[in-house]
């Protein structure tokens, strides 16, 4: 199977105050590499600090590494790139669907995406939007709604259409479950897993949820104060961590 995007070595420090005067770097990544392949999920695990956050980052664009590479299909990813292939990974957090503006119809906000980032015409556009609200069991009408009309179900549908209206590649889910209430996290599971099947669409989880881990993600890697402890296929890493830490971690939480 072809690597989507492969990571290597990469790391990234930050500076932080320390009182009035004095400064420190706290290593936010350390070295850690890991590869991810069309219709696959890989699931990033670890406490609160770990890194998670600072990885999706630097997938995206919004933060530079220190060193190391990200290769998107073979082809190595460059700041100046960014532009270009943001389209390709997309992001999308805890609070997504709450991040709509609440005073743009949902349509309004879909052709806003698809003009930034596309050359597509008025009529392209509608028709882009009308395919992806279908795709996530969504109506045409919805797009003449405001945010506030939906309920929150509906509404994560709609946080995932804006992410996936640009065809991406691969979805970086960070928590972007974890505030859903269980039934209304199965029924987006359930659609993220339909969605997999459907279109190849790999996705990189960020969660602490071991129960999600295990039934969706092919590979885990756990990570800790940044360091990659283990990877592998996720049957292999939960049933036979490598490291203390992470044995303390699959015990440690509820699942
Ligand atoms: N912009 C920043 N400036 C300074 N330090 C930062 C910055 N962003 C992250 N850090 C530090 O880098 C480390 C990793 O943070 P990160 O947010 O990636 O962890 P995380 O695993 O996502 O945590 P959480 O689950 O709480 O979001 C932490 O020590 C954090 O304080």
Redesign the pocket.
């Known amino acids: 199977m072809s690597n989507l995007i492969e990571v290597r070595g990469l790391s ?1 420090s ?3 105050a320390r009182g009035m005067f004095s400064r420190h770097t ?1 290593l ?2 350390s070295n850690v590499s890991f590869s991810l392949a069309a219709g696959q999920t890989l699931a990033i695990v ?12 630097l997938l995206v664009g919004i ?1 530079q590494p220190d060193s190391g590479e990200i290769l998107l299909a073979g082809q190595q990813l460059n700041c100046a790139d960014y532009q270009k292939t943001n389209h390709l990974i997309r992001y999308i957090f805890q609070d997504a669907a709450r991040s709509l503006d609440p005073n743009q119809k949902i349509a309004n906000i879909l052709h806003d995406v698809l003009r930034y980032s596309t050359v597509l015409s008025f009529e392209q556009r509608e028709r882009k939007i009308a395919d992806t609200l279908k795709l996530l069991g969504l109506l045409n009408e919805h797009g003449n709604y405001y945010p506030h009309m939906f309920s929150g179900g509906q509404l994560q549908r709609v946080a995932l259409a804006r992410a996936l209206i640009l065809d991406p590649k691969i979805l970086i889910l ?2 972007a479950l974890t505030a859903l209430d269980p039934s209304l996290r199965a029924q987006i599971v359930n659609l993220l897993l339909e969605l997999q099947q459907k279109t190849g669409l790999a996705y990189l989880l ?1 969660t ?1 949820q071991l129960r999600l881990v295990r039934h969706i993600a092919d590979q885990t890697l756990v ?1 800790h104060k ?1 360091i990659s402890l283990d990877y592998g296929d996720t049957s292999a890493v939960f049933e036979n961590p490598q490291h203390e830490y992470s044995r303390k971690l699959m015990k440690s939480i509820e699942y």
């Open positions: 990234k930050y500076q932080k706290v936010a990544l670890g406490e609160t600090g770990s890194g998670k956050s600072t990885l999706a980052k933060e960070d928590e960020i602490n990570l940044g």
